[in-house]
């Protein structure tokens, strides 16, 4: 199992609703980015953290792996993307959101250099959608949010 952090912003709700993680394959110039190509790293079971407004809003499980399709398929609206990456994703919203302002300090350590990009000098978390996080990060939060009890109990954790 592997461990994700997403920066849903005010995508978060839609995506609950939808019961998926999506982002675009290519920006505007017709380059994958990084950030939105972690996608392909998910797999069935892995546990991706939503963040919403610098807040942890909710645990989620990959149902499966990424699929490629087009947007068309997914929104009603009509927008500039053409294809799409998407997740089937299992959301478990936390009874009580945790600012993430309040853990930087704790878990700074806990990134490797190649997380590096999610924390800046001044303990802030740095723009990106998608990023792998470090197993121990990962159990850190899964035990926070078993021992404040945020889940509502019929939620089993992996």
Known sequence: MKYFIIFHDDNYCNDKEKGLIWTPKKNENNKEVAYW???????RDDVIFSICNKKLVSLNYAKEGYLQTDSKNIFKEDNNLDKIWILDTQFNQLKEPIDIKDKIAEVKD?????????????????????HEIPNNLGEYIMNFIKEEKLLEEDIVLV
Do not use: A, H, P, Q
């Open 110 to 130: 806990m990134l490797k250099y190649k997380y590096f990009e999610l924390i800046d000098e001044d303990s802030k978390m740095v723009k990106g959608y998608i």
């Open 37 to 43: 190509s972690t996608i392909k790293r998910i797999r």
